[in-house]
């Protein structure tokens, strides 16, 4: 076994591997390509991004007919990235638009220019996958299995041939984010590492807007290191100072920009539309939330629900009712959209902004152990990642794949909370500090959103690292290099 894992790696049988799991995957990619249109949300970024790549500016079209105007209905770091693609594809004159949004097979081009943005992210958090578990675990099979495991699961080719949302980049920008602050709990000394943790961040912010809590959680450390750790954590303080700096910086300039185009200090618009939908589900009874253990059970729910429960236990769960708790906000018929606008009618339009942001947080407030029981559940909800449509084309051959994928995918949040716990147990600080990103994600998305599994999609490259390095920790693999995380910490 040791002779085997030596030659291995003295081979470069590793990176070998990686490369022609990496090759077959962009062909399946490329191959599969789901030529359908763009829908609502995909639409949305794939206008303000013909925008930016046409004329410039960071603008939607509300209407059909309409003119192109400033927005923030987005956060502008992925518009951005399709920009640049669109920037090379795009003639002149640039063709309208609608032929991307409509009807995908009239501008092939544009189309499959996109799809390979998203092959490239592809391929880079294969990458970071890659060197984050040679670093957790050392070379060898361990680094192979986590490539191949994420691209089994599927997601990031899911989304690369059939769809343009914000995932892709995120899950790229998260991964990159926690390796850094990972080397930085081995090193703090590395100034350029800090840098990359500090870029990484700002763009994440750039990405999801709901990062901005995380960058304000890193302030609160920061001013609690000033006045009470009496320089116990100087080490951690300077690195720690670049990152939340840097982000910040990078966030303060796209509200500067807003302020000055837009007229408003808001991030996005969409944030409290997000509580507000949130603050609904709150709404819902005891009776429906032990119906949720099952109609959100992952990937199956909604069939056991249909077999088992009577149709009013959890139809106001379902996001297809125009009833439930997830439209109906929407329509502005929710119970926490009317007391919104009795409180805006009350204070008076002048504080219209703050009491959209401050009503659903007065709901969730109101009621704590609801609160956090409902997100335990939306927590439950979230682990059905989405998985991949094709692998191979071959109907049957996809559907077996497909079912071991969502199988697979439904360990992924179990192991990275395991991983945690282990490596708190075990002082394994790299590690630990590896997984805050992603825990991070997932408890915020069940504490103040609808937790859409979408939502916590970015998590699943951390997850899988930290699968592999609980293998590598809990079973003795004779001859295996350890990895840096293997060596105990102070």
Partial sequence: MHADQKRFRAIGADRVAVAILIACVLLVTW????????????????????????????????????????TIIREPAYPAYLAIGMAALLGAPPPDIACLLESPSSCPDLRDGLVFMHMFLLVAIALLIYAAAVWLCGRGWLAVLAVALFLFQGN?????????????????????????IALLAQNPGRRWVAIVAGVSLGLLVLTKAIFLFYIFGG?????????????????????????????????????????????????????????????????????????????????????????????????????????????????????????????????????????????????????????????????????????????TGIDAVDRRIGFAARMFSVLLLPAMVWAAIRAWRRRRRPVLVFLLPSLYVVVSHALITDNVPRHIEPTIPCAIVALCWLIRDTTAIRGEKPGLAAIDQP
């Fill in 219 to 391: 302030l609160a450390i920061l001013i609690a290191m000033t006045f009470f750790s009496r320089g116990r954590h100087s080490a951690a303080f300077v690195p720690l100072s670049w990152i939340v700096l840097i982000a910040l910086a990078m966030a303060s300039a796209w509200v500067a920009r807003n302020i000055v185009v837009v007229d408003t200090v808001q991030f996005t618009q969409r944030g409290h539309g997000l509580l507000l939908r949130r603050a609904e589900y709150d709404m819902m009874t005891w009776d429906e939330a032990f119906a949720g253990l099952v109609y959100y059970a992952p990937y199956v729910g909604e069939d056991l629900a249909a077999a088992y429960l009577e149709p009013g236990q959890y139809e106001m769960l379902s996001t297809h009712n125009v009833d439930g708790y997830h439209v109906r906000i929407k329509y502005d018929r929710g119970v926490v959209n009317a007391r919104q606008q009795a409180n805006i009618d009350a204070l008076g339009g002048r504080y219209r902004n703050l009491v959209k942001m401050l009503t659903p947080l007065q709901v969730m407030a109101e009621n704590p152990v609801k609160h956090v029981a409902v997100s335990g559940l939306l927590m439950w909800r979230g682990m059905a990642y989405e998985t991949a449509g094709k692998w």
């Fill in 31 to 70: 191959t599969n390509i789901d030529r359908r249109s763009v829908f609502d949300l995909s639409g949305q970024f794939t206008d303000i991004a013909f925008n930016l790549a046409t004329t410039g500016s960071f603008a939607w079209r509300a209407t059909d007919d309409g003119e192109a105007q400033p």
């Fill in 156 to 180: 990031a080719i899911f989304y690369a041939a059939a769809t343009f949302v914000s995932e892709p980049l995120a899950t790229l920008l998260l991964t990159a984010h926690a390796f850094a």
